[in-house]
């Protein structure tokens, strides 16, 4: 059964104008999000997400610009926005975001139970105590506990990952269509960050929410997304589901961001690192942008982009090791035992 798309990026070129100079952050970009999924899009540092994911919400620096290409959302097509009164009707209604730091998304001065209620009555026209019990329920749905006393409380009457809580509350109560979470655990240590993630997977079925998870942790996503894109250099250069992703990756990028999971390190020995630094954005990139610090490179990465090849109907990689033509390149040793034990456990 065909899904139905609730997002459509589709060659999306974003460019920055810095110091008379012209940085390209996204290099031709398409992705779809499937109504009621969860796509987690993960890359290094500067690799883009951050730029695909302000460039939804129209929150692109004012030197940033979308230079080619369509994104398509609810009867529109938001690269063609002008002005805040049109990004008003989609930003913080339609798609909501959960950031890093719940302390920049939240205001200090006032309880925490009236902005919730503010984003009840503005979006969900519900008025007094119909306004006041519907804000409780969604305490009650973010694992808040006694939620009467806590609804009169301050921001800094509660801990990181309860802040962190409250900013989904209030991401929730917009009855968004998209829920994009940028990060949304980085700041807040592993047990918490397990219990947040748990509850961002409870919410997305109660409330039938598409999520867009950004993050730089593939271990992180492993346990919430249903599919993973994986960002280099601006560009998406493979994406399937996640166990896919994980366990038959095609990529060397992908295969080198797996082999530097804690999990996949021996005790006692050094995590692995890719080695080399990312491209300069400013210049223009020939062939695949991950070639120079590629030790399975072919000639051809080096000269021409290569197209995204079909593994499945689900799985696409942007690789020349996928042509039909390429020699056969077995994944690194210490992947080919943790692939096969993915499998095996998949299959059981
Ligand atoms: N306002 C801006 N002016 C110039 N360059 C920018 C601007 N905003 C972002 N960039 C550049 O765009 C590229 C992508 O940045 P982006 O923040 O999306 O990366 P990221 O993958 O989200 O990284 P991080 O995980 O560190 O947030 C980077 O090279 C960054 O320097």
Not at 127 to 155: C, F, M, S, W
Not at 268 to 281: A, R, V
């Amino acid at each position: 059964m065909e899904q139905e798309k609730i997002l459509s990026i589709e060659n999306l070129v974003i460019k920055f104008k810095l110091r008379g100079q012209t940085l390209t952050a996204i290099r031709d970009i398409s992705l779809d999000l499937y109504k009621g999924e969860s796509l987690a899009i993960v890359g290094e540092s500067g690799s883009g997400k951050s730029v695909l994911v302000k460039s939804i919400m129209g929150l692109l620096d004012k030197n940033g610009y979308i230079a080619d290409g369509q994104i398509h959302f609810d009867g529109h097509d938001l690269s063609k926005f002008k002005t805040e009164a049109d990004w008003l009707k989609v930003r913080g209604k339609k798609i909501a975001m959960v950031t890093q730091d719940p302390m920049t998304s939240l205001n200090p001065l006032k309880t925490i139970g009236k902005q919730i209620e503010e984003s009840v009555v503005l979006h969900q026209g519900l008025k007094g105590n119909d306004a006041y019990e519907k804000t409780l329920q969604l305490l009650r749905d973010v694992g808040i506990h006694d939620v009467a006393r806590r609804y009169k409380q301050y921001p800094h009457e509660f801990s990181g990952g309860m802040r962190q809580r409250i900013v989904i509350a209030i991401a929730v109560a917009c009855n968004p269509q998209i829920l994009i979470c940028d990060e949304p655990t980085t700041a807040l240590d592993v047990t918490i960050q397990a219990q947040i993630l748990q509850l961002l997977t409870n919410l997305q079925e109660k409330y039938l929410l598409s999520t867009i998870y950004i993050t730089h942790d593939l271990g992180v996503v492993a346990k919430v997304a249903d599919r993973i894109a994986v960002m280099y250099a601006g560009d998406i250069i493979e994406v399937g589901q996640t166990e896919e992703v994980f366990f038959d990756a095609k990529h060397p990028y992908t295969w080198a961001l797996i082999s530097s999971l804690p999990q996949l390190g021996n005790k006692g020995e050094e995590l692995y690192s890719i080695k080399g630094t990312p491209p300069n954005l400013f210049k223009e990139i020939k062939g695949d942008a991950f070639a120079p610090r590629n030790q399975y490179a072919l000639k051809i990465d080096f000269v021409e982009r290569p197209p995204f090849f079909k593994v499945t109907d689900t799985h696409y990689a942007r690789t020349w090791l996928l042509d039909p033509k390429a020699p056969k390149v077995e994944p690194p040793e210490v992947l080919q035992a943790f692939f096969a034990e993915g499998r095996q456990y998949a299959n059981d």
